[in-house]
């Protein structure tokens, strides 16, 4: 069982900045990718910035420039840092990851709960 667990998020004012964290736990062999994703009212949810065991990142056009995804420990920290935030910017964001958990067993993907991010005019 694999547990995500992401903080930082928040209320901010048009042009701020916050740093979202997510910890992963539980029975990891490896992980190839973790990102982090986004949804908002009436809206699918959509890919913000994604990272792999070897750092190779992409980001949405929406955020390129503004964002950065990192990851540490082998993928068991990730961080999302956002500057400039916009209004445009709020949803609930989630993290996560595909993970092996068993060495040469099936990759499965992973969520977190999310964490509220809100930018006021």
């Known amino acids: 069982q694999v547990q995500l667990v992401e903080s930082g998020g928040g209320l901010v004012q048009d042009g701020g900045s916050l740093r979202l964290s997510c910890a992963a736990s539980?029975?990891?062999?490896?992980?190839?990718?973790m990102g982090w994703f986004r949804q908002a009212p009436g809206k699918l949810r959509e890919k913000v910035a994604s990272i792999t065991k070897t750092d190779i990142t992409n980001y949405a056009d929406s955020v390129k420039g503004r964002f950065t995804i990192s990851s540490y420990n082998a993928g068991n920290t990730m961080y999302l840092q956002m500057n400039n935030l916009k209004p445009e910017d709020s949803a609930v964001y989630y993290c996560s990851a595909n993970v092996q958990t068993t060495r040469r067993g099936p990759v499965n993907d992973y969520w977190g709960q999310g964490t509220q991010v809100t930018v006021s005019s």
């Open positions: 539980g029975r990891i062999e490896a992980i190839f990718v």
